[in-house]
């Protein structure tokens, strides 16, 4: 009986190589894109006692506005990504940021003076 080798000789791996800045630049925008979110779903705690005394509700009702927004917010979440699959990631993520950074400015403009 001969012996013969069962596999060749493993072709050692591609050293890692260094993140480009283009790379690095998306990177940054996309873990913003996802801090946003979560800040999104956290603002919603900082609005409860404004949403308690304007509403007249009670604490126990301020916990159907919680779990009445968080799944209506993963619900476009999920209605976003497949837009993305349909008309592409770049454009509906610029829509999306536009669309933020629109309503965030209008938000900024607000000055309560009607209240």
Same mark, same amino acid.
Do not use: N
């Given at each position: 009986?001969?012996?013969?080798?069962?596999?060749?000789?493993?072709?050692?791996?591609?050293?890692p190589?260094r993140?480009?800045?283009?790379?690095?630049?998306?990177?940054?925008?996309?873990c913003?894109?996802?801090? &946003?979110g979560?800040?999104? !779903? +956290? #603002?919603?705690?900082? @609005?409860l006692?404004?949403?308690?005394?304007? $509403? *007249?509700?009670?604490?126990?009702?301020l916990?159907?506005?919680?779990?009445?927004?968080?799944p209506?917010?993963?619900?476009?979440?999920?209605?976003?990504?497949?837009?993305?699959?349909? &008309?592409?990631?770049?454009? !509906? +993520? #610029?829509?999306?940021? @536009?669309?933020?950074?629109?309503?965030?400015? $209008? *938000?900024?403009?607000?000055?309560?003076?009607?209240?």
């Amino acid at each position: 009986m001969s012996a013969t080798p069962l596999d060749p000789p493993a072709t050692p791996p591609d050293p890692p190589t260094r993140m480009t800045a283009r790379a690095a630049a998306l990177l940054f925008v996309l873990c913003g894109s996802i801090f &946003l979110g979560g800040v999104d !779903v +956290s #603002v919603l705690g900082v @609005a409860l006692p404004a949403i308690k005394a304007e $509403l *007249g509700m009670s604490a126990t009702d301020l916990q159907w506005v919680v779990s009445a927004y968080v799944p209506t917010y993963g619900g476009f979440m999920l209605l976003g990504g497949r837009a993305a699959d349909l &008309l592409g990631r770049r454009r !509906v +993520s #610029v829509f999306r940021l @536009a669309v933020f950074v629109l309503f965030s400015g $209008l *938000g900024g403009l607000d000055t309560g003076a009607g209240r």
